[in-house]
């Protein structure tokens, strides 16, 4: 469990081996630069200011 303000910092630590991110919260477009160089597939959020990604797969909780 990670605040949201320090995800972006906690995923480029990781480097790889990160699946899926589940956030409370929205994911903006440094966020999925983030995920795209960590290898992060999934992106799941309650918000997104990213309309869609060809890399990441970015869900809402309206999608789900």
């Known amino acids: 469990k990670v605040p949201?303000?320090?995800?972006?910092s906690t995923i480029k630590s990781?480097?790889?081996g990160v699946h899926a991110v589940i956030l409370?919260?929205?994911?903006d477009k440094d966020l999925v630069d983030v995920a795209e160089r960590a290898r992060?597939?999934?992106?799941?959020?309650?918000?997104?200011k990213v309309?869609?990604?060809p890399r990441v797969n970015i869900v809402t909780g309206d999608m789900l």
């Open 40 to 48: 992060v597939i999934h992106l799941v959020c309650m918000e997104t």
């Open 4 to 8: 949201v303000s320090e995800l972006a």
């Open 14 to 16: 990781l480097r790889s």
């Open 24 to 27: 409370d919260g929205t994911v």
């Open 51 to 53: 309309k869609a990604h």
